[in-house]
């Protein structure tokens, strides 16, 4: 299973509070001067535990701080909190949150620009809230028995379309269903579906077992947009090569068959019509575990698979890449246009696994990088995330504290999948240093809603027109 490191600072009692509710996902290093302490969170979890100051820059680095996703900063000591917090800063650590040993010092936390709660009763959840993006709300009722969750339905829950009845809870009900503002008190066969806001009530001992229910994430690329890929025959030399490729692509992904598209028959001279005939049979045989439908074009050229997607269920339409930046850029804008990602086969395959790369523009980064998580999940490889920072000058803060968020929300979510993240950040034009790393990956990229042209193809265009590794452009279901 894919992890998440989180170190935190004091092993006290907010601490361990805190581990006993989190998930099996979360890696996590305490840092505590008292041995008795550490012994005490040990026996909650496994955990890895470091004797030290929790303010020492040597211990925090001990710790693995500079690697680490999150820091919770919890000692009774402000003083000991806020030194923690400024060098996680420093580190770029992107997610950091302290509880406030005393109320007056709430500003100073803010000027870090960390988030803090306050050291009272409930500062346990506010703490778990804030790390699990995935879950609302929290609260402990019947003396500390029972516990109320609200989970959001997201829409790679695996239990989107499923009942009530079908989930099998045992100690947990499902009490409320917000739905488009109108609230369900549901029933069996109340099916849950994307967006609800879910009330779960059960006993406090089940609490972990149960947010790994409502929160695991399930992989189902490109079924959201259809089940087939599509793939245009022209019965060409390099037909053989993208047939190849797109069988090996729905094995990467959860697509469950092949649609290709062909001249019609009756149009193609005898000798022509034979041998397309021959190698259809060819590839039956060799892709046999593959479902294959074969369907004469109803359009020319690279507007056929498009075409077939408005009647037929494509998830994701395969071309050999077209020699030039204009007819790359064309096909980009018929994905973007007919909101079905594209697949720009180079040939190189299998591959060793799904590459996205981020340069500070996370809402058209994001699209691409979802659907990656995804291919990641269901082919059982890892995801190389690269952060590219502009070549020319020094970058700010802020890029590079950006591109650091994105990773970290990509390596939240992608935990959420049993994803293993492999992390870069390096500078340089953003083309050259996908081309050089890419070598077998396949590049996931989202296609913004803005249009592409050839004057202005975006790094998108030139990314998808220029690197030698396979490309596959994800439109917005939106």
């Known amino acids: ?69 999150a820091l919770i900063a919890a000692s009774r000591d402000d003083d000991i909190n806020m030194e923690a917090c400024r060098y996680a800063r420093e580190l770029g650590v992107p997610r950091i949150i302290s509880v406030a040993g005393r109320y007056e010092h709430l500003p100073s936390y803010r000027e870090l620009g960390v988030t803090v709660v306050s050291a009272d009763n409930l500062a346990a959840r506010h703490v778990e809230i804030n790390l699990d993006g995935r879950r609302t709300q929290s609260a402990a009722f019947a003396n500390g028995l029972a516990e109320a969750m609200e989970f959001r339905i997201s829409d790679d829950s695996p239990l989107r379309g499923v009942s009530v009845r079908s989930l099998g809870l045992r100690s947990w009900l499902v009490a409320t269903v917000l739905r488009d503002q109108r609230l369900i008190i549901p029933h069996g066969n109340t099916v849950l579906e994307e967006g609800d806001l879910v009330t779960v009530v059960g006993a406090t001992e089940d609490y972990a077992d149960m947010v790994e229910t409502f929160t695991t994430g399930h992989a189902n690329f490109p079924l959201d947009y259809g089940l087939s890929v599509a793939v245009s025959l022209t019965s060409g030399a390099t037909d053989d090569a993208v047939f190849a490729e797109a069988a090996h692509f729905v094995k990467f992904t959860a697509a469950d068959s092949i649609l290709a598209l062909h001249p019609p028959l009756e149009r193609m001279e005898p000798e022509d019509a034979e041998a ?164 077998s990956s396949l590049v996931v990229m989202g296609i913004g809603g803005h249009p592409y042209t050839y004057l202005r193809p975006g790094i998108v265009g030139l990314m998808a027109a220029t690197v030698d590794s396979s490309v596959i452009l994800i439109p917005s279901r939106n």
């Open 1 to 69: 299973m894919a992890t998440v490191r989180l170190v935190i600072v004091s092993a006290g009692n907010v601490t361990r509070n805190v581990i006993g509710r989190l998930g099996d996902r979360w890696e996590i290093t305490l840092i505590d001067p008292a041995e008795d302490s550490l012994e005490m969170a040990r026996q909650i979890r496994q955990v890895d535990t470091v004797l030290g100051d929790g303010s020492s820059r040597l211990v925090l680095r001990r710790a693995g701080l500079e690697g680490a996703e």
């Open 276 to 439: 397309l005939r021959r190698r259809m049979d060819q590839w039956r045989i060799r892709h046999e575990n593959i479902e294959i439908s074969f369907m004469p074009a109803s359009a020319p050229g690279f507007e056929a698979p498009f075409e077939a997607a408005a009647t037929e269920s494509v998830g994701v339409v395969v071309f050999p890449r077209p020699p030039g930046r204009r007819k790359v850029v064309g096909l980009i804008e018929m994905s973007r246009k007919r909101g079905v990602p594209l697949l720009i086969a180079s040939g190189r395959f299998p591959y060793s696994g799904p590459l996205v790369v981020m340069t500070g523009e996370e809402d058209e980064e994001w699209q691409g990088t979802r659907e990656a998580i995804d291919m990641a999940a269901h082919s059982g490889t890892a995801l190389q995330t690269v952060g590219v920072l502009p070549p020319q000058f020094l970058p700010g803060e802020k890029t590079l504290h950006d591109i650091r968020s994105q990773i970290s929300r990509v390596r939240e979510e992608a935990s959420v999948h049993g994803v293993v993240i492999r992390r870069r950040i390096l500078r340089g034009n953003p083309v050259r240093v996908v081309d050089e790393l890419s070598t």
